[in-house]
């Protein structure tokens, strides 16, 4: 981010000090608007989610205006870990966060027509059943979306070439 080193804002010796600004001085121009911390790679719990996790719990503690957590959700069938995501969801759901799914979508290698096959198809199925059934039963969940309406429009053939279905 241009922001991360930028003078006025925090400097890269502050941490994630620069993103409490850019909290602050959003609630400080919109009252009614929710304030979301939006990342991937952080369905999880991992080294990654930790840290996110880390620096929210900080925010909260000391009153950073951060109403959520957006987890981006670009996921691949074989690496999912249903435990590991509802473990994730809990803590951030414990800090008083609203949870969100912003941009889901479970990839699936392809044939040279595009076509997942039948058995990778039934197991995507399966993640998106227990990623929809697990946020579910969480009353913080506010958003569950997929990264697209259809396939057509996925992104996932141009930025993992052999992949694809993933809506």
């Known amino acids: 981010t241009p922001w991360y080193d930028s003078p006025g804002i925090g400097s890269a010796e502050d941490g994630a000090q620069y993103i409490a600004e850019a909290f602050h001085r959003a609630r400080a121009n919109t009252a009614v608007t929710s304030l979301i911390y939006n990342d991937y790679s952080i369905e999880t719990v991992n080294s990654k989610s930790d840290g996110v ?5 900080n925010f909260v503690a000391n009153g950073v205006p951060v109403d959520g957590l957006g987890i981006q959700a670009h996921l691949s069938s074989t690496t999912f870990d249903a435990a590991s995501f509802r473990s994730n969801l809990q803590r ?11 941009e889901l979508d479970v990839r699936l ?27 579910l039963g969480y009353s913080s969940l506010k958003v569950f979306q997929t990264w697209g309406i259809y396939d057509g429009d996925s992104w996932i053939p141009g930025k993992f070439p052999g992949y694809g279905q993933a809506l």
């Open 92 to 102: 951030f759901h414990d800090l008083g966060l609203d949870l969100h799914i912003t």
């Open 53 to 57: 996790y880390n620096m929210l719990s």
């Open 109 to 135: 290698p392809v044939d040279a027509n595009g076509f997942a096959s039948a058995a990778d198809l039934a197991e995507q199925a399966e993640v998106y059943f227990e990623l929809l059934g697990t946020a």
